[in-house]
Every structure is written in C-alpha cells, then in structure tokens.
C-alpha cells in the first residue's frame, strides 16, 4: 500500500506532466501552450524541487506571451477567431463522426482546448487592462508646495522626494 506522502507525488507527477505534455503539444498546436507549461511545472515544482529553477523563466516568457496576445486589436481578434474556430471544429467533429477521428472524444477536445484559449484569453485581457489603469504614487498634499523642502519655492523638489519616499535635500534625518 502506498502512503500518503507517495501518492501526492504521484498524482503530482500524473497530472503535472499531463499538463507539461499537453503544453508542449499546444507549443506548435493552436492554443495556450505556454501557459499550460508554466502550469504543469508549479504542479510539479510542489513536489519536486529541482523543477523549480524553470519556474521563473517559463512565467516570465509565458506572461510576457499573454500580454503580446492582446496587445493589438489585430491579435485580439486573431485569438478570439482562433477560439471561435477551435469550438466550431469540435461541434462539427462531434456531429460528424465519419470525419477523420470524428466523434465526440475529438469534439470535446477540441471544444475544450477552445474554452481554455477563450478563458486565458479574457484573463490576459482583464490582466493588460489592470496594468494600463495602476495608478502612479500619489503625493501626498501636505508635502507638495508646503514650503519645508530645502526653500527653493518651486515644490518639485519636495514633489519628487515625497513620491520616492526619501528626504528632500536639507531636510533634518528622520523627515520622510
């Protein structure tokens, strides 16, 4: 009998390494496959630390991959085709099962990886959005023209300290 600790690992390594391959697949197949990647390898980094080192590149890479998807309206649009497209095929695989590997085991998948490519999609959306309306630091009103930066008169100076959070110039230690 398999203990606790062992079958963690396995289902890790089952369903990590699914993901992995399923990514790599969608590497040169229309979908998400970085993304599922970066998925499969913090599945796997839980339970198997070396694994971890590739964690960071891959996000880094498969982020920068999901900000570029939506970076234009043409890409956009693409995408969006693209998931439209891959939903259709899997309605007509499923309805047509004399196609070639027609039937819903096909469909489904198909209609699946449509989902997935949609619904990361919206997130990468939704995710560019968030980026574009961060606000900048706010200063703080009492800092900005109050006069007890180092006297120039014009407040910039004060401006810029209080965003950065340090000390105008003159200023004595301890005024942030």
Not at 20 to 25: F, I, K, N, Q, S
Request: glycine content about 16%.
């Amino acid at each position: 009998m398999l203990k606790g600790g062992a079958v963690r690992r396995a289902t890790a390594l089952v369903a990590g390494g699914a993901l992995l391959l399923t990514g790599v697949a969608l590497l040169v197949l229309p979908g998400p496959g970085l993304l599922l990647v970066l998925a499969g390898l913090l599945v796997l980094s839980r339970e198997f630390p070396g694994v971890r080192r590739y964690v960071d590149p891959v996000r880094d890479r498969a982020l920068r991959a999901a900000d570029d998807s939506v970076a234009s309206p043409l890409r956009l649009a693409a995408s969006v085709l693209a998931g439209a497209s891959l939903l259709a095929a899997g309605v007509t695989w499923g309805l047509r099962p004399r196609l070639p590997f027609g039937g819903w085991a096909t469909g489904s998948g198909l209609i699946l990886s449509g989902l997935v490519l949609l619904g990361l999609l919206l997130w990468s959306l939704n995710r560019a959005r968030q980026a574009r309306r961060a606000p900048t630091p706010a200063t703080p009103s009492s800092r900005v023209g109050s006069g007890s930066g180092s006297g120039s008169g014009s407040g910039s100076e004060d401006t810029e300290h209080a965003v950065h959070g340090r000390p105008p110039t003159g200023a004595p230690p301890g005024d942030a």
